[in-house]
């Protein structure tokens, strides 16, 4: 269309000129116009087409980084506090990507809330920030701290031990205590809610692109929590119910693939267990479809672990598990008197 109206334009100046000019010159002046039109066209479009080393605004702008933080507490969803806080990280980085673990944690489970973040931890990338408030101690002397591990991820939690098995496997590089009142919420800090006050405004700056070295002093060393670890004895594994995996009830261990398969037990066995020192069977299959629906077994979890569950049912509620507990599984051949069945 561009070329069709400049082609118009130039032939009703030509026209206008006709009568002075004879028609043989018409014909070359007509000729060197279309040409300088054709090329005046073809040069506006080039100048036109992007940089191929500038990609379109619509792609630069798709490409633009946005921090994520992951976040974790034991609120529960029957409240406010979980919508506070997601407020106050807004308020302050709205382009922020805010995802959640949970906020199921068993309330004051310091152990649990680190078993799920050390799960969760291995699937996101270098700088997300991790917010975690499991947070027993708050308004005592316990620190609010921002830790870094080798793997360029950030973790804003108490200091009280939830960060130990991620920190452990994945290395760690440093940590500072939160003490910079510019990192925390603009107004008077409650001694019950540090998630709303120093918490949440603290993971919202870090992903915001704050400096992480001005947010308060270094910390060589943080708590520690004192982990469980199954006893391998020659006569078999003593270990410990972890937790539930909710809602279907089943049983997590502390025992791992490794240490219970040199107990020589294979896929189809019968396995004797105790569980809470009370003596059962279970057959050991490897996916739960291996036993009728409503019937129990044992397996290796999706985290390699030692689980029990019942097959399309909850074995906590069927037999009335509580957790924590204990479990004992014998070395193969090694009997449990008083067996039972289940």
Not at 72 to 79: E, I, P, R, S, Y
Not at 266 to 271: A, C, P
Not at 327 to 337: E, G
Request: charged share 20%; net charge positive.
């Amino acid at each position: 269309m561009l070329m069709y109206n400049r082609w118009f334009a130039a032939q009703t100046t030509i026209r206008s000129f006709q009568p002075y000019f004879p028609g043989e010159l018409t014909l070359r002046i007509r000729f060197l116009v279309f040409s300088a039109v054709l090329l005046a066209t073809f040069s506006s479009g080039c100048a036109q087409q992007p940089s191929p080393k500038e990609p379109p605004a619509a792609t630069q702008a798709s490409s633009t980084f946005r921090p994520t933080i992951v976040f974790m507490t034991d609120f529960g969803v029957a409240n406010d506090a979980v919508a506070i806080c997601r407020a106050v990280i807004y308020g302050i980085a709205p382009d922020v990507r805010l995802t959640d673990i949970t906020h199921q944690v068993t309330p004051f489970s310091i152990e649990e809330a680190s078993r799920f973040l050390y799960g969760v931890a291995p699937y996101y990338p270098a700088n997300t920030v991790f917010l975690i408030v499991v947070d027993p101690g708050v308004g005592t002397s316990r620190k609010a701290i921002i830790a870094k591990s080798k793997k360029g991820q950030y973790f804003v939690a108490p200091d009280n031990g939830v960060l130990t098995p991620t920190l452990d496997r994945d290395g760690f590089d440093s940590a500072r205590e939160i003490t910079n009142q510019n990192w925390m919420i603009q107004a008077a800090v409650s001694s019950t809610f540090h998630g709303r006050d120093i918490f949440s405004p603290a993971a919202a700056h870090l992903a915001a692109g704050w400096d992480y070295n001005l947010v308060g002093p270094a910390l060589p060393e943080l708590v520690r929590l004192t982990a469980r670890t199954a006893a391998i004895t020659d006569k078999g594994i003593a270990g410990d119910l972890i937790g539930l995996d909710d809602p279907f009830g089943s049983l997590i261990t502390d025992i791992s693939r490794d240490d219970f398969q040199k107990l020589g037990y294979v896929v189809g066995d019968k396995v004797p267990v105790q569980l809470n020192k009370k003596p059962v069977t279970l057959p050991y299959g490897k996916t739960f479809m291996d036993v009728p629906v409503g019937d129990s077994l044992l397996y290796i979890d999706s985290r390699g672990r030692v689980g029990v569950a019942v097959n399309q049912g909850n074995y906590a509620k069927k037999f009335n598990i509580q957790v924590p507990g204990t479990i004992f599984i014998p070395a193969k051949h090694t009997p449990i008197t008083t067996l039972r069945k289940q």
